[in-house]
């Protein structure tokens, strides 16, 4: 929702929320997250420090060398160099930080900790092998960054192996963890009521109220290229010589993908892929056959949205499965691909002359499931709902839909995804709300989140200032000088 405002409060509160919640979720690496294990105060006044001058909350960040602990936590501890090493993991992900102050990252950091402290208070529990099933993930996605090459993912992040950096991530994703756990359990029960929305927007002075920025609802119909038997056939056929030469001649599965599979984001690393039977990831027929197999088994071809694959399973620990796949995806045929197109172009006929409605079109003709049962209906994915605010539209979507005219039928348009699947679609914006100063009544579920956000913002504060003077905090050095919004200096 786009904002505009002068000097709400919770709106400048929110901004302020979101853009550190964002720094922390982006910041998967080089941050690191020390527990103390001998007395805290006897620790944060034996190191010595060596910290950058900060004379108030307005210094902006200067890249200097910093060394020792910056301040205590209860059992944690902040470093110097997690500041420094935050600010430069921001600024390698492409955030401005010209605007960020020492202070201000400092404050963030302190709160993290005050959440993860209080989490192990609490009882909270991290499961030790869904962290470890979720670094496999983030290293597999590195991994596609940099070719493959984990090499050059541990030069890239200053390690000497791969189990100093997944020890590293560990500690990190594990205080993150208890960390979100602690922000949810605050505010879990917490809900509004319909006179709490209208009182707090009853007192937003109406020269301040928030203006809404135009939103569109669109609609689309897909024809999908239609693949032939005889091809589907083919690709099975291959994948079952594939099986058998790995099975009878003790060919290396892992070659074979390298050579052969068309998944690009494993190919390079032999299919391999690490699942977790809690966590939900690849398709699901993917998962079943995974689950299904022991160790060292190669499972028969079987067919997902993306293809038809082989795979084995090259060690079970618990609930996690170290998989490999070869993934062979059937050709189209230029006959399927031109008949796709025709269709869509018959479809697009046939509402333009106001034969049909595109709505039923959609219900009768469309090849795409999700949006078939809804008329074509599109749904955003940030706010589940069927309304995209044109600012902040997907920058593809937005450019198919550019320039249509509400009621007006787009062009076929023609799309390929990575794997060089290819797809027709025609779009309409169904209806459109124009920018406009918030109204109560028709407004009222926007108004209902904000007001329901400063809840909770409330109930973090009120949180915050009854952990901080129940936990052990020691601030260092120059950082005692920072103007922090919360008490952290205990004054």
Known sequence: MQLKTNNLKFIIKLKYLTLFGLMVAGVQLGLAQEIIEENPTTVADSMATEVTKVKDSTEVFKPEKVDGVAAVVGDYIVLDSDVQRTFRQLEAQGVNTKDITRCQLFGKLLEDKLYAHQAVQDSIIVSDAEIR????????????????????????????DEQSLRDEMFEINKSNELSAKEQEKIIQDLEITPEEVRIFFNKIPEDERPTFGTELKVAQIVTIPKVSEEEKQRVINRLKTFREDIIENGSSFRSKAVLYSEDPGSASRGGRYTLDKKIPRMAKEFRQVAFSLQEGEVSDPFETEFGHHILTVDKIRGQEYDVSHILLIPKVSQEATDEAKERLEKIRKRIVDRDISFADAAKEASDEKETRADGGQLINPQTQDYNFELTRMDTELYSQIQGLKDGEVSLIQKEEDRTGKVKFKILMVTDRIDEHK??????????????????????????????????????????????????????
């Open 133 to 160: 099933s979720k670094i496999n993930y983030q290293i597999e996605q590195f991994l596609q960054q940099v070719d493959g090459s984990m090499e050059r993912l541990l030069k890239l992040y200053g390690k000497s």
């Open 438 to 491: 918030a109204d109560f009544a028709r407004d009222y579920l926007k108004i209902k989140d904000l007001a329901l956000e400063e809840k909770k913002l409330k109930a973090i504060e009120e949180w915050q200032k009854e952990k901080i003077q129940d936990t052990y905090i020691k601030i260092n050095g120059e950082y005692r000088d920072c103007q922090f919004s919360s008490n952290w200096l205990k004054k």
